[in-house]
T-cell receptor, first 118, second 115 residues
C-alpha cells in the first residue's frame, strides 16, 4: 500500500512552545520523495521541504526541522518556538517512484491543524 | 521562482451550469499537470493527471465526463466541471511538473461554490 498517516488531527500550543507534527508513510517503492506543505487559511499550498529516500540526514531551516527515519518510516516535522503565524494545516506527502520512472503523483496525509495561541 | 497560476480563484455558479478553471505555468513548461480536490477540513485527493497533447488519466471514482480536462499546451491545463451540482462545491488545486528540474509547483487553488 502507498499511504501517508498523520495521526494528529489537531494540535493546539501556546506561542513559543515547540511542537512536533508526526508523519508515518507506507510504500512498496525503495525510491520515493517525502514532502511537507503548509496550507494557511487562504488555501494555497506552501512548499516546505522535499526529501528523497536516500537522504536520511536531518534538516534544519530556521525554526523548522525535520527528522527522517527510514527504520520507522517516519518523517516528523518540528517547529521550535512556535508563532501565531505558524497556525495552519500541515500536510505530509509522498511520491513513490515506480520502477522505470516517476509518476509524480503526490499522496497526501490527512493533515494536522496546528493552532498557535498567543 | 516558478509560478503556477489558477483562475478564477473563486467562483459561484448555479446548479446545472459548467465552470472552467485554468491552470497556467507562468515561467516554465509543464508536460504534466495534476488536479486535486479538497473538501472542507479534508486532505487533497488527486482527481486526474493531465498530459500535454494526450488524454488525461483519471483516478478511480472520478467521472471523466463530469470533470473534463484539457492540456492543450505546455503551459495550460483546464478543468471543466460540467453540469455542476452543489456536491461539486470544493477547493480545486492544480500542480505542474516542471519538465527539466522535475520540481512540482502548486497553483493558488480555486474555490467553487455551486448554488
Amino acid at each position: 500500500a502507498q499511504k501517508v498517516t498523520q495521526a494528529q488531527t489537531e494540535i493546539s500550543v501556546v506561542e513559543k512552545e515547540d511542537v512536533t507534527l508526526d508523519c508515518v508513510y507506507e510504500t512498496r517503492d525503495t525510491t520515493y520523495y517525502l514532502f511537507w506543505y503548509k496550507q494557511p487559511p487562504s488555501g494555497e499550498l506552501v512548499f516546505l521541504i522535499r526529501r528523497n529516500s536516500f537522504d536520511e540526514q536531518n534538516e534544519i531551516s530556521g525554526r523548522y526541522s525535520w527528522n527522517f527515519q527510514k527504520s520507522t518510516s517516519s518523517f516528523n516535522f518540528t517547529i521550535t518556538a512556535s508563532q501565531v503565524v505558524d497556525s495552519a494545516v500541515y500536510f505530509c506527502a509522498l511520491i513513490p517512484l515506480n520502477y522505470g520512472g516517476a509518476t509524480n503523483k503526490l499522496i497526501f496525509g490527512t493533515g494536522t491543524l496546528l493552532a498557535v495561541q498567543p | 521562482g516558478a509560478v503556477v497560476s489558477q483562475h478564477p480563484s473563486w467562483v459561484i455558479c448555479k446548479s446545472g451550469t459548467s465552470v472552467k478553471i485554468e491552470c497556467r505555468s507562468l515561467d516554465f513548461q509543464a508536460t504534466t499537470m495534476f488536479w486535486y480536490r479538497q473538501f472542507p477540513k479534508q486532505s487533497l485527493m488527486l482527481m486526474a493527471t493531465s498530459n500535454e497533447g494526450s488524454k488525461a488519466t483519471y483516478e478511480q471514482g472520478v467521472e471523466k465526463d463530469k470533470f473534463l480536462i484539457n492540456h492543450a499546451s505546455l503551459t495550460l491545463s483546464t478543468l471543466t466541471v460540467t453540469s455542476a451540482h452543489p456536491e461539486d462545491s470544493s477547493f480545486y488545486i492544480c500542480s505542474a511538473h516542471e519538465a527539466y528540474t522535475g520540481e512540482l509547483f502548486f497553483g493558488e487553488g480555486s474555490r467553487l461554490t455551486v448554488l
